[in-house]
C-alpha cells in the first residue's frame, strides 16, 4: 500500500527524475493552476469585502427608499386610531410611478404643503437618525411630512355642518375609523365648509377629528386646503412597528358607493 508520501515521490522507470507533485515540477505547476483555460480568481482582502458590501447594501437601501417603499414615523395622535403616535408605517412609493394617482379612503403621506407645520417644534435629528433617514428607515433629517386619510379627490365635493355626518358629493359617509367619542365634523370655524376639489389635488383629514389640523383648518393658505398630488409621497400600506399595533391599511368598504 502507498500513502501520499509515495505519491509525491515516485518516480518513471530508469530515469530517476521526480515528474509528479514537488513544488517547482512541471505537473504540480500544471495541477496548481488547474484545468487549461480557467484561471484562479483572488479572492478580496476581508478588509476591502467588508467595507464594499456595506456599501452595496447602502446603495441598494437608498434605491428602495427613493423608488419602492419608506418607512415613516407617526408624530402625533391625528390618525388615531388607525396609527398611533410612535407608530412606523410603510409607505408604498412604486405604485404611483406606473400612473396611479391616490384614491378616496387610502393613507397617504404628504409633504407639507404649505407650511402646515409652521410653529410645531422640530427637534434637530441625531446622527443615527440621519444615518436612518438616508436609508428609508425613518423620514429623511429635515424633511417635513404629514400623514391623513383621502376624502375627496378631483372633482368631489366634500362639506360638513354641524357635527356631520361628513358628506361627499351629496352623500353622507358612514365613517367606523373616525376616532371612538369624536363626531365626523366639528361645529367650529373651520369645521363648516362646502369645497370642490380641483383637478391635481386631495381633500385630506384625519381619522381623530376633533385633534387634526388638516384640510379644513388650511382653507386660507393659498390652496384652499387642499394637498397637490405633486405633494404625495405614497401610500401607506402598513404599520410595521411596533409589532403588537401590526396591521395592514385598505380602503373602508364606506368608499365603494363613491365609484
Not at 198 to 204: F, I, R
Amino acid at each position: 500500500m502507498t500513502d501520499a508520501r509515495d505519491v509525491a515521490t515516485e518516480t518513471k522507470p530508469g530515469t530517476g527524475t521526480d515528474t509528479d507533485t514537488h513544488a517547482g515540477g512541471e505537473a504540480g505547476a500544471r495541477e496548481a493552476a488547474g484545468p487549461p483555460g480557467r484561471r484562479r480568481r483572488r479572492r478580496l482582502s476581508p478588509w476591502v469585502e467588508y467595507p464594499l458590501l456595506a456599501v452595496v447594501a447602502l446603495v441598494l437601501a437608498f434605491l428602495i427608499k427613493t423608488f419602492l417603499v419608506q418607512a415613516f414615523l407617526i408624530p402625533s395622535g391625528s390618525m388615531q386610531n388607525t396609527l398611533q403616535k410612535d407608530d412606523r408605517v410603510l409607505v408604498d412609493k412604486l405604485t404611483p410611478w406606473f400612473g396611479s394617482e391616490p384614491d378616496r379612503g387610502e393613507v397617504v403621506v404628504f409633504k407639507d404643503p404649505a407650511d402646515w407645520l409652521a410653529g410645531h417644534p422640530v427637534t434637530p435629528p441625531t446622527t443615527v437618525q440621519k444615518a436612518l433617514g438616508f436609508v428609508g428607515l425613518m423620514p429623511a433629517a429635515g424633511e417635513q411630512h404629514l400623514i391623513k386619510r383621502v376624502i375627496g379627490v378631483a372633482g368631489d365635493t366634500v362639506e360638513c355642518e354641524g357635527t356631520g355626518p361628513l358628506k361627499l358629493n351629496g352623500r353622507p359617509l358612514d365613517e367606523p375609523y373616525v376616532y371612538a367619542g369624536n363626531t365626523p365634523c366639528s361645529d367650529d370655524e373651520g369645521g363648516r365648509f362646502k369645497v370642490t376639489v380641483p383637478a391635481g389635488h386631495l381633500w385630506v383629514m384625519g381619522d381623530h377629528r376633533q385633534a387634526s389640523q388638516d384640510s379644513r383648518y388650511h382653507q386660507d393658505d393659498g390652496r384652499g386646503g387642499m394637498v397637490p398630488l405633486t405633494d404625495v409621497v405614497g401610500r401607506a400600506v402598513v404599520v410595521a412597528w411596533p409589532l403588537p399595533n401590526w396591521s395592514t391599511l385598505p380602503v373602508p368598504d364606506t368608499f365603494d358607493a363613491q365609484d
